[in-house]
């Protein structure tokens, strides 16, 4: 039986600014950095033993990992770029202002054209690279560290889609177990590590 742990990285001045990140290479911010800390310190406490750590390779999220990893003893993290966040294309690096300017209003209606990587693109190579690591690590408990709306997009496929589920917030923890082909979460999008960040 696999047990994933789904961990969405820190908080970066671009989400601060609320800039569209997509495959932009953006660092954590010092708050950010704070999260994953307040994070490493509670998977080390209160979360039992994990065995191994994989990351998207973009700073932002290798920057959590590393913190993750060094605080569980975890000597080396798996980078993959299928982990990647949706990519936004011309999207990247724009805020909402930024783009009804350039776009207009409706500018969702012309994502297609503009670049922004599909709900199914992002699930196919979602699946893909969980189905090749739990096939090379069966029965293994396995971190892993991407980005918001991948990994949202990736949870609408293994979990029933519910509509009113919240977005993933920066350094959650949410905790899948798979047992006969069915993965069942037992813990979503959870902060409490967060409560006494300032």
């Not at 704070?34 to 750590?53: H, K, N, P, V, Y």
């Not at 390779?57 to 980078?79: C, N, P, W």
């Not at 350039?102 to 690279?129: A, I, N, P």
Request: aromatic share 6%; glycine share 8%; hydrophobic share 35%.
């Amino acid at each position: 039986m696999n047990r994933l742990g789904l961990i969405r990285h820190g908080v970066t001045l671009w989400n601060q600014e609320g800039r569209f990140q997509g495959h932009m290479d953006i660092a954590l911010a010092p708050e950010g950095v704070r999260q994953a800390e307040a994070l490493a310190t509670r998977l080390r406490a209160d979360e039992g033993s994990w065995d191994l750590i994989y990351s998207s390779d973009l700073s932002r999220a290798v920057m959590t990992a590393q913190i993750i990893a060094d605080a569980l003893g975890l000597k080396e993290i798996h980078y993959d770029t299928r982990l990647r966040e949706v990519s936004g294309g011309l999207l990247d690096g724009t805020t909402e202002e930024e783009r009804v300017s350039k776009w207009g209003e409706d500018w969702y209606d012309s994502v297609t054209t503009l670049g922004l990587e599909t709900e199914e693109q992002s699930v196919c190579r979602g699946l893909q690279y969980i189905e090749d690591m739990v096939s090379r690590h069966p029965d293994k408990r396995i971190l892993l560290v991407s980005h918001g709306t991948f990994l949202s997009y990736l949870l609408n496929h293994l979990m029933p889609n519910d509509p009113n589920r919240p977005h993933l917030n920066n350094t959650s923890l949410t905790t899948l177990i798979r047992d006969a082909e069915v993965w069942q979460c037992e813990l979503y999008n959870c902060t409490k590590h967060l409560v006494n960040i300032s």
